[in-house]
């Protein structure tokens, strides 16, 4: 087997053909929802929360067969179906079109497939095993999120806007550079860390001695 190709796609106005609207349609399409893809479902049997997706325009829907021509003009196609024959189908029409194709459990049947991500923010860290094992990649995943916590999100999101001040300033290159490595290394968070959980007593303080005046 040849390596895969870790990339993170932008899907925003492409079309995206989900096949299968049952419980892990519904998750693969729950997933597709904030990357402003516009995605659409086929299935016969749907669930409530796709249902409602389609009722509030966040996807379009339709409840019928499956059809090679609904893949005419798709960027990538994700089939939940528990038929190996129709699986088939989907990934022969979807080669014969260049269009991408993940059939959901069955990696031989798949250009491209779901990783585990820990998300915190714009922060996103990528695990697979090619298929290989998926309750492995959950694994480290779980121990990926308890390494990186929630604080993370709001961290990445303050290294954003202060890279742009400091690739906008005066300073030459290489300062440039050793302070953005600095400011982004373990210790800076830390730093961060242990700052916020300094200030959260005193502003408790606070808040009680502004309670008890209220009180007096």
């Known amino acids: 087997m040849t390596n895969l190709f870790p990339l993170f796609v932008k899907l925003e106005g492409r079309q995206v053909l989900v096949v299968g609207a049952g419980d892990i349609g519904e998750q693969k399409i729950r997933g597709l929802l904030g990357t402003g893809a516009l995605v659409h479902a086929v299935a016969l049997q749907v669930t409530d929360a ?34 190996q024959q129709l699986n088939e189908q989907i990934f022969e029409a979807a080669q014969a079109r260049s269009v991408l194709c993940n059939i959901v459990d069955v990696p031989e049947l798949c250009d491209f497939y779901y990783p585990a991500v820990v998300q915190r923010g714009d922060l996103q860290i990528a695990i697979s095993t090619a298929g290989q094992s998926p309750s492995l990649a959950a694994q480290i995943r779980q121990r990926l999120e308890r390494e990186f916590g929630h604080g993370y999100a709001e961290w990445v999101r303050d290294l954003g806007e202060t890279r742009r001040r400091v690739l906008t300033s005066d300073l030459d290159a290489e300062t440039k550079r050793e302070l953005l490595n600095s400011l982004a290394s373990r210790e800076a968070f830390e730093a961060r860390v242990k700052a916020a959980s300094l200030r959260a007593p005193a502003i408790t303080g606070r808040e009680s001695a502004s309670q008890e005046n209220v009180a007096t």
């Open 50 to 83: 796709v249902q409602g997706w389609a009722r509030s325009c966040q996807i379009t829907l339709e409840t019928r067969h499956f059809v090679p021509s609904d893949l005419e003009g798709r960027f990538l196609v994700v089939a939940a179906t528990s038929s």
